[in-house]
């Protein structure tokens, strides 16, 4: 479901292979991707690409999702650490040194587009259309997006996003700032390739220090925005 290449020199792509769900992710699907940042992070790799091909991802999937969560807690596995793969997956609560490009083709919606948002830089094909359809399902986007989209694109853009659950196209979301670059269909992942090779060959200790800093001011208003997050989510889930 996840696989980790080497495409260039000191590049790692990781990319979401299930196009028959259109990139969902179930319970398993959240631990290989978190267990392929930790294999990136151990890499010594200069910068990561994260694709999914035609689609990047449809989110979570709803269909078996719940089930898995639930089976894993009754397994012996507490909550907490189930949701802990979740968030690994989606790098939230997660220190990554690595700069990731996100190529973004097709679909990104609900945890795909949380993924989305936790990349460095986004370059999205012309065809590209983001939602965050929680509320939909009557519960909220917890995988960092309460916390990160309005410092991202800004309060009015994000609630519009997260309370409506549509769907926006590349070129709005990239007017609000939410995506960097937006390519012909087809060229997202040659072009973030190529940004990513050419970060790789930059001095490391400047990239990795760049990306630090800049972490590192925001976290603390981050980290307590994600708990008022995780909160409301569990509040949301227990009706």
């Known amino acids: 479901?996840?696989?980790?290449?080497?495409?260039?020199?000191?590049v790692r792509l990781v990319t979401l292979d299930r196009p028959a769900r259109r990139n969902a992710l179930d319970l398993a699907g959240f631990r290989a991707l978190a267990a392929a940042w930790r294999e990136v992070a151990a890499?010594?790799?200069?910068?990561?690409?994260?694709?999914?091909?035609?689609?990047?991802?449809?989110?979570a999937d709803?269909?078996?999702f719940s089930a898995d969560v639930a089976a894993a807690i009754r397994g012996g596995g507490p909550a907490a650490a189930v949701w802990a793969d979740v968030h690994h997956a989606l790098l939230r609560d997660v220190v990554l040194e690595v700069p990731v490009v996100a190529a973004i083709?097709?679909?990104?919606f609900g945890a795909g587009m949380e993924l989305a948002g936790a990349t460095d830089i986004r370059i999205a094909g012309e065809s590209?259309?983001?939602?965050?359809?929680?509320?939909?399902?009557?519960f909220i986007?917890?995988?960092?997006?309460?916390?990160?989209?309005?410092?991202?694109?800004?309060?009015?853009?994000?609630?519009?996003?997260?309370?409506?659950?549509?769907?926006f196209g590349a070129e709005r979301m990239r007017a609000?700032?939410?995506?960097?670059?937006?390519?012909?269909?087809?060229?997202?992942?040659?072009?973030?390739?190529?940004?990513?090779?050419l970060i790789a060959g930059h001095p490391a200790a400047?990239?990795?220090?760049?990306?630090?800093?800049?972490?590192?001011?925001?976290?603390?208003?981050?980290?307590?925005?994600?708990?008022v997050e995780s909160r409301v989510s569990d509040e949301v889930l227990g009706g």
């Open 1 to 10: 479901m996840i696989v980790v290449s080497e495409p260039r020199p000191r």
């Open 43 to 59: 890499s010594g790799a200069g910068a990561v690409v994260v694709t999914g091909g035609s689609d990047f991802s449809s989110g």
């Open 62 to 64: 709803l269909a078996t």
């Open 105 to 108: 083709e097709g679909i990104c």
């Open 128 to 138: 590209a259309l983001f939602s965050l359809p929680e509320v939909r399902h009557g």
């Open 141 to 167: 986007a917890s995988g960092g997006s309460v916390a990160r989209l309005p410092r991202q694109i800004g309060y009015p853009a994000a609630m519009q996003v997260m309370l409506t659950g549509e769907r």
């Open 176 to 197: 609000w700032g939410f995506v960097g670059e937006v390519v012909p269909d087809g060229a997202a992942l040659g072009r973030a390739l190529d940004l990513a090779e």
């Open 206 to 227: 400047a990239v990795r220090g760049i990306k630090r800093a800049v972490g590192e001011g925001v976290r603390g208003t981050l980290a307590d925005a994600y708990a």
